[in-house]
């Protein structure tokens, strides 16, 4: 399959996916190769699930051609004139995506004790948050889990990604996106010329693992943000790329569905966000890759204007 037939059937373009054996293989590292050399992003984009699939990580399924219209603009918007977007702006406008505002109060005032516990790590420099966090029992999870999971990458990326939280093998093996959801968003970066450790800071609201990977309950995302939110003071990313629902609606403050969130330019601590599909569930919902490309497209339209303002 030629590439540019690779990537409309990755927007969706086309009126079903065909099922790819490993014969394939070479097709892939063609893809892996060109982005090593700096090809076109929108020209790998097809590597990105389809390499899930061709890994075998997911099935190929069929699909209508639903997303065709909307995903269909995602390309040309590369090359859309957008205002020049400073790192620190607090308001990030982008031509084909409307700024929000703030959605919701911040919440109930932390306590005195919150508030000195959180003034304490707005004040930490990587050792002192790296040994907070591992020695943290401020909430219930401390008690279930086998490994903290800080974070992994540059501490000086432009990128940041943050999800939700540990789980299972990340849990056991301390890392964050480990297993086959970490395979994919593995492939995610390679379609945006980055990899994990390079250029890439990834973390995850909770630094420990719910039991069962049950949702995070409101009482420990108030204990733990402040962490992230430390981290992200630290690396100071040009862009941060929230992966799903709780995440994106942890980091800002809303209960808005992540269909609605997605498109927008949001913005945390001043720093613009872009909220995409959690790799786990585009496992589950390949329909829904497309728009995850496109949001990629997004994150990285804004990561360079924030780059030409800076
Ligand atoms: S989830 Fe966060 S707040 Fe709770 S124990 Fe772990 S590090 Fe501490």
């Known amino acids: 399959m030629s590439r540019r037939a690779r990537f409309l059937e990755a927007l969706g373009i086309t009126a079903e996916w065909l099922p790819r054996?490993?014969?394939?293989?070479?097709?892939?590292?063609?893809?892996?190769?060109?982005?090593?050399?700096?090809?076109?992003?929108?020209?790998?984009?097809?590597?990105?699930?389809?390499?899930?699939?061709?890994?075998?990580?997911?099935e190929p399924v069929t699909v209508a051609a639903q997303a065709a219209a909307p995903v269909a603009q995602a390309a040309p918007a590369l090359e859309t004139a957008i205002p020049v977007v400073p790192a620190a702006a607090a308001a990030m406008p982008v031509s084909r995506a409307p700024v929000e505002p703030p959605l919701l109060p911040a919440g109930p005032e932390p306590d005195s004790a919150q508030a000195g516990r959180e003034a304490a790590i707005a004040a930490m420099a990587w050792p002192a948050l790296?040994?907070?966090?591992?020695?943290?029992?401020?909430?219930?999870?401390?008690?279930?889990?086998?490994?903290?999971?800080?974070?992994?990458?540059?501490?000086?990326?432009?990128?940041?990604?943050?999800?939700?939280?540990?789980?299972?093998?990340?849990?056991?093996?301390?890392?964050?996106?480990?297993?086959?959801?970490?395979?994919?968003?593995?492939?995610?970066?390679?379609?945006?010329?980055?990899?994990?450790?390079?250029?890439?800071f990834i973390a995850n609201v909770l630094k420990c693992r719910p039991p069962g990977n049950r949702n995070p309950e409101p009482a420990e995302v108030a204990q733990c943000e402040p962490f992230l939110r430390r981290q992200i003071a630290l690396v100071r990313p040009r862009v941060i790329v929230?992966?799903?629902?709780?995440?994106?609606?942890?980091?800002?403050?809303?209960?808005?569905?992540?269909?609605?969130?997605?498109?927008?330019?949001?913005?945390?601590?001043?720093?613009?966000?872009?909220?995409?599909?959690?790799?786990?569930?585009?496992?589950?919902?390949?329909?829904?890759?497309?728009?995850?490309?496109e949001d990629l497209c997004l994150a990285r339209e804004v990561h360079d204007r924030a780059g030409a303002g800076a």
């Open 130 to 200: 790296d040994a907070a966090v591992a020695g943290c029992t401020a909430c219930g999870l401390c008690q279930t889990r086998t490994n903290t999971v800080f974070g992994v990458g540059d501490r000086q990326a432009e990128w940041m990604l943050v999800g939700e939280a540990p789980g299972e093998n990340e849990d056991l093996q301390g890392e964050p996106f480990v297993g086959q959801a970490g395979k994919l968003l593995d492939n995610m970066l390679g379609a945006l010329g980055l990899a994990r450790g390079r250029n890439v």
């Open 21 to 58: 054996t490993r014969a394939d293989a070479p097709q892939a590292q063609a893809v892996s190769e060109a982005v090593a050399v700096g090809a076109p992003v929108a020209e790998v984009a097809a590597a990105v699930i389809d390499d899930a699939i061709a890994d075998g990580i997911a």
């Open 242 to 293: 929230v992966l799903g629902r709780f995440a994106a609606q942890s980091l800002l403050r809303t209960t808005t569905p992540i269909g609605k969130l997605r498109g927008t330019v949001h913005t945390y601590e001043g720093i613009p966000v872009v909220v995409t599909y959690h790799p786990a569930y585009l496992l589950r919902t390949l329909t829904d890759k497309a728009r995850a490309w």
